[in-house]
Each structure stands twice: as structure tokens, then as C-alpha cells.
């Protein structure tokens, strides 16, 4: 009888995970199992900063497997301006997470890092043995580094007490219950709203920066589904990219372009060249996963950013806009 709790529940990967658990059939490659509980934990239901809330949490669900996706989470901008919250309150998040999984015999715990953990300078692509080899990114050094430090914790709870703790690191991700708020949002997101109320007031749709860096996009769903297989089939405590292929780099000035076309905008489109560009690119590959997972159908991009800005125009009014008007 499993027990699956997945911290970080009600966010944009999370509620991608509750969809394919709850959409795909029982017992499917990517389905619930029979006899498997799974659990969407979000802060309301304990703030994972608290070691005692922590304890609770696992003590009232009682895990077996532990999804860690629970983080403070953010753009560019935001990490910019809150570096040492994105260091510590992710740092606390992640040790209470793995330290109660150990104190309460959780039997595995995948943990989420992310490309942007990986040093600004080093030769590409990024792979899985990279992510030490130097500093990361100015503009988001204190997520880097406490996302850096979950990959150091696992291999030492590995060697001492041998537990099944890894990692995924996804690249961007967007979707359905992505965070719209204008001063946190990551790019598509943060572009489908600023996009969305140029087109109602008639105001000019800008764009920040010069619309050059590069970056892979993953659709929340099909990462989901990455997640369950990982829980299912790998038990390495080495961290595993999951992305889509590094050709599928896009730059921003395309990815507002097709933002333009699914919202239907018809006004002016500019560059805030004022506004940080952050790292020109980070392109991972994904060859390990697809030698793992064999074969995988991603979602093709412009199908997704058309789910995605369908879900946002039909769930405005609830969705996580900061409420911006
Ligand atoms: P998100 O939408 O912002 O969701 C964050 C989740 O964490 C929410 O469920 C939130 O709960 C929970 N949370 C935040 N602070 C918490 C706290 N102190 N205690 C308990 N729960 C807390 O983030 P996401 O985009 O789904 O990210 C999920 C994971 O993927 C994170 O680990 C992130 O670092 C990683 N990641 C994201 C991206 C991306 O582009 N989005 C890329 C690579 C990796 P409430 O909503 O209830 O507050
Ligand atoms: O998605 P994003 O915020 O994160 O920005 P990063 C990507 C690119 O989009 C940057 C440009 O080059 C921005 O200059 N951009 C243009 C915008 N307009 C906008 C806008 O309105 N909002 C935002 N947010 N960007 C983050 C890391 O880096 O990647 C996080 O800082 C996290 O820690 C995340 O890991 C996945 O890809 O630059």
C-alpha cells in the first residue's frame, strides 16, 4: 500500500501531476497503481519552512514516496531582487523535507533542481555531471546554490544510511495553474498575461528584454509523466534532466511571437532593452533520460502554449495573477 505525497501539490507541476494520476487509466504506464494514495500537499497544508509542521504533515500522511516539488519559485526578475529568500527558504524547505523522509523511513524521495542550478560557464551541453562545475548565474545564485546543496544532501544520505533520495532537473517549465503575477511570473506565463491586458485596454504588448537568450520550454504535463515514470523505474541518486531535445531551443522574441498569435494580438509589440536579459542560454540534454525511457512523445510546443493560454483565458478570475487589471 504506497503512499505518494507530493510537496509543492497545488503549483504548476504539481496540479500537472494530479491531472495525469487522476486522467490516465488505472494501471497505465503513467496511471495510478491500485492500492497507491497519492497526496497534493500545498503550503496551507503546512508551511515546509517549519520543521514541526514538516513532522506533522508526514505524520499525518505517512509516505512511503515523497514528489518534492514544494520551493519558492520565480522568474528572472524576482530572483534578481530576492536573492537570499530564494537561498534559505528554499535551503529549509528542502532540509525538512529530506530530513523527516529519513526520520520517518520514506522508502524514496525525488527532489526537483532545475537547468539554471548549472555554472554560467561551461562547455555545452549541460549533462548530468556538470551541475558543480563552477558558479551559476549572477541573477540567480541563491536558488542555484539551494537547489545545488538538495543533489549534495542526497549522495550523503546515500552513503551514510544508503537511501533511495535523487533528483529531476527540468528545464522551463509552463502550463494550465502556471503563476501569472506580473512581478514573479517566469516568461510565458508573465507574457500570456502582459499580452492578454495589452489586447483589453488596448495598451502596447512589451517585452523584456532584447528577445535574444535562448531557452528549452517543458509542457507541465508531459513533465508530469516524466515524474511518475522516474518513480517507478529510477533508483540512481544521480540527478536526471528531463527535457525536451536541446534543438527545441527557442529565443524569447519567438516565444513572444507565438504568444502574440495564440492570444491574437494585434497592437504594438516592443523590447524593454532596460530590462535584465539574465543568462543568454542554458541547453541541457536529454540523452540520458531518452536511454532510459525509451520512447516518449513531447508535446509539440504551439499545441501546448495554445492549452496553455486557453487554460488562463478560462480560469482568469482564479488563476494566480497577482490581480493586475
Ligand atoms: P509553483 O507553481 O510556484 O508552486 C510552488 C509550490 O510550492 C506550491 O504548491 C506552493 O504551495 C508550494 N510551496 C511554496 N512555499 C512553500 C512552503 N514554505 N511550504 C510548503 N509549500 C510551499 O512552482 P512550480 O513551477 O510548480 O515548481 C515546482 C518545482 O519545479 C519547484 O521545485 C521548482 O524549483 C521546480 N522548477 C520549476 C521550473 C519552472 O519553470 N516553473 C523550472 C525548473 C524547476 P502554495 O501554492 O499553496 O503556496
Ligand atoms: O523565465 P524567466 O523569468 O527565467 O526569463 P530564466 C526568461 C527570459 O525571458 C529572460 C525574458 O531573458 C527575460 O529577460 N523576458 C522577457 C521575461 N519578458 C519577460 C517577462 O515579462 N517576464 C519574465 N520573467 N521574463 C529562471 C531562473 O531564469 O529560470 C529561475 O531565474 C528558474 O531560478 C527559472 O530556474 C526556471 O530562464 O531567465
Known sequence: MSVILVTGGSG???KAIQYVIETEPEGSRFGKKPGE????????????????????LFEKYKPTHVIHLAALVGGLFANMKYKLDFLRDNVLINDNVLHTSHLTGVKKVISCLSTCVYPDKVEYPLDETKIHLGLPHDSNFGYAYAKRMVDVSNHAYKDQFGHNFTSAIPTNVFGPHDNYDLESAHVIPGLVHKCYLAKKNGTPFVVGGTGKPLRQFIYSQDLAKLFIWMLRNYDDVEPLI???????EVSIKQVADAIVKAVGFEGEYTFDTARADGQFRKPASNKKLLSLVGDFQFTP?????????????ENYDTARTGKQQ
Open 12 to 14: 504548476l507541476v504539481g
Open 37 to 56: 494514495t497519492w497526496v497534493f500537499a500545498g503550503s496551507a497544508d503546512g508551511d515546509l519552512r517549519d520543521q514541526a509542521q514538516t513532522k506533522k
Open 242 to 248: 528531463l527535457s525536451v531535445d536541446e534543438t527545441e
Open 301 to 313: 510546443f504551439e499545441q501546448a502554449l495554445d492549452e496553455s493560454v486557453k487554460w488562463f483565458l
